[in-house]
């Protein structure tokens, strides 16, 4: 193999691996109940679980309110800073068709407690399944949804998908806006992991080929600089001929002046 080869392999390998620390590989550390964090009281465990089973699941950024797409599902655990606001932008939504899972921390929750006010509900164990105009949203406790109850007893998983399945939605959206990620989505950010990957290897490649062809091939070729000129260099040298020629000039006038007195005489 080739030293370019090499290096470009060595190159292409660094750039693999940046790229998927960038997409997050490695980084399962996130805030609690975080479809980004490993850890017992994270998400992951049934974030990851329902894509490896073919459920359009996806992080979103993006907080909810009326006007979230009611051919998709939502579900939010122990989110932070939610408001009456929030909980009013949901309601709206579920009116035109949404449907929600709500795990909150303290059973029931604040969302509850606005819902058993005006809309039927029954349970399911420690689920609440709330008939919101032509829509549903069930609530629930988020510590029978983290990664470690989930490990001990995959009951709450099980429920979830088969709801899910019944409801056959377009997209299964995580808000991890209400976990401090807050970033704007954007046309990017919506694309398969494997066309972001394959992305940032392009641009990185690319990068690499334009720096590669800036490159010199062959030996080196030495630079000599031309040689500074006085703005009055050609004043001299021209003052200088004038100087050499003038004791010409003389002798020659001399010359002449001599054969016209012998030519009077």
Known sequence: ???????????????????????????????????????????SLLYDTL???GYPVAPSYAPADAKMNPNDAYLIIN????????????????????????????????????????FSF??????????????????????DV?????????YYGEVIAYILDEWDAQNVF???YYHGYRASENFFSTLPLIVKLCAYQLIIFAGFFMWRLGKRFGKPVPYYEET??????????????????????KKGALHHHGDSERNFR
């Open 122 to 143: 029954y349970d399911i164990d420690n689920l609440t399944v709330y008939q919101v105009g032509v829509g549903e949203i069930i609530t629930g406790y988020a510590g």
């Open 228 to 249: 500074e000129r006085a703005g009055d260099e050609h004043v001299r040298a021209l003052a200088r001929l004038y100087a050499a020629a003038a004791p010409r000039k």
């Open 146 to 154: 983290a990664n470690a109850p989930l490990m001990a007893d995959s």
């Open 1 to 43: 193999m080739s030293r370019n080869k090499i290096v470009l392999s060595i190159i292409m390998l660094i750039a693999t691996v940046f790229v998927l620390y960038r997409l997050g590989f490695g980084q399962r550390d996130g805030e609690a109940y975080s479809v980004f964090s490993a850890k017992g009281d994270g998400a």
């Open 51 to 53: 894509k490896a089973l």
């Open 174 to 176: 995580f808000p991890e």
């Open 79 to 118: 989110p932070l800073d939610f408001t009456g606001e929030d909980t009013a932008q949901i309601v709206e939504w579920a009116k035109r068709g949404g449907r929600m899972f709500f795990f909150g921390t303290e059973y029931p929750t604040a969302l509850d407690y606005a819902l058993s006010e005006g």
